[in-house]
């Protein structure tokens, strides 16, 4: 297996632009993060999803941001308007039972730069 | 709300050397504990999961060990290595995962 799949790696994008993170989780895994990762806040969880449900987006700063998981293979974070405070890595990882309980592996990340 | 602390924040040892890394959390009604290697740059490479009923769970040179009751948990590494050397970080699942701010592990030659 390719392991957690996201794109693009790197994005660098002007304020106010909409900004469209991407993640393909393991195959046959039902749960899916989304996590931020700064050096102000260490590793934050935004949202996560069990069978492409979301199930706790408490940790989403504001409703500039949004994510949806249409299927069992594709998930979006997206921000619009993007804003400076918005720059960070973006993970996403992925686990294999609805409870939570399992082991999670995550992608490589998305390093994001707002100007 | 579930608060993950992990110390020291950086160590430095020679090679050769055991250590231990050390996660505290508040709230001891977790499913499960996991470590975590960071390199820079990098993402997140899992380690050891250690379920809330297991006390320890080994793989190679590193042993994790959890006690519930007093809200911690240890990751050894035996015999220590340069290529060791990354951001170690301890994540405390309750429905939500919480992460410390990771130790600094430096290995020198």
């Known amino acids: 297996d390719a392991g957690v799949i996201q794109s693009p790696r790197h994005e660098v994008t002007e304020m106010g632009q909409e900004v469209t993170l991407r993640c393909k989780p393991i195959?046959?895994?039902?749960?899916l993060f989304w996590y931020r990762q700064t050096m102000m806040r260490g590793l934050e969880l935004l949202i996560y999803?069990?069978?492409?449900?979301?199930?706790?987006d408490s940790g989403m700063p504001e409703d500039r941001f949004s994510a949806k998981m249409p299927n069992a293979s594709f998930s979006t974070l997206k921000i619009q308007p993007s804003e400076p405070r918005d720059s960070a890595v973006y993970f996403c990882?992925?686990?294999?039972?609805?409870?939570?309980?399992?082991?999670?592996?995550f992608g490589p990340g998305t390093r994001l730069t707002v100007l | 709300k579930q608060e993950v602390t992990q110390i020291p924040a950086a160590l430095s040892v020679p090679e050769g050397e055991n250590l231990v890394l050390n996660c505290s959390f508040t709230?001891?009604?977790?499913?499960?504990l996991q470590w975590f290697r960071q390199d820079p740059g990098k993402g997140l490479t899992s380690l050891l999961l250690?379920?809330?009923?297991?006390r320890e769970q080994t793989s190679g040179r590193l042993n994790a060990s959890l006690d519930k009751s007093s809200g911690r948990s240890t990751l050894y590494i035996a015999a220590s290595q340069p290529g060791d050397s990354a951001t170690y970080l301890c994540?405390?699942?309750?429905?939500?995962?919480?992460f410390g701010a990771g130790t600094r592990l430096t290995v020198k030659p």
């Open positions: 990882a992925s686990s294999g039972r609805s409870s939570g309980s399992n082991e999670q592996f």
């Open positions: 709230d001891s009604a977790i499913y499960n």
């Open positions: 994540a405390v699942n309750n429905n939500d995962m919480r």
């Open positions: 195959s046959g895994h039902n749960s």
């Open positions: 999803f069990n069978n492409n449900v979301p199930i706790d």
């Open positions: 250690i379920q809330s009923s297991q």
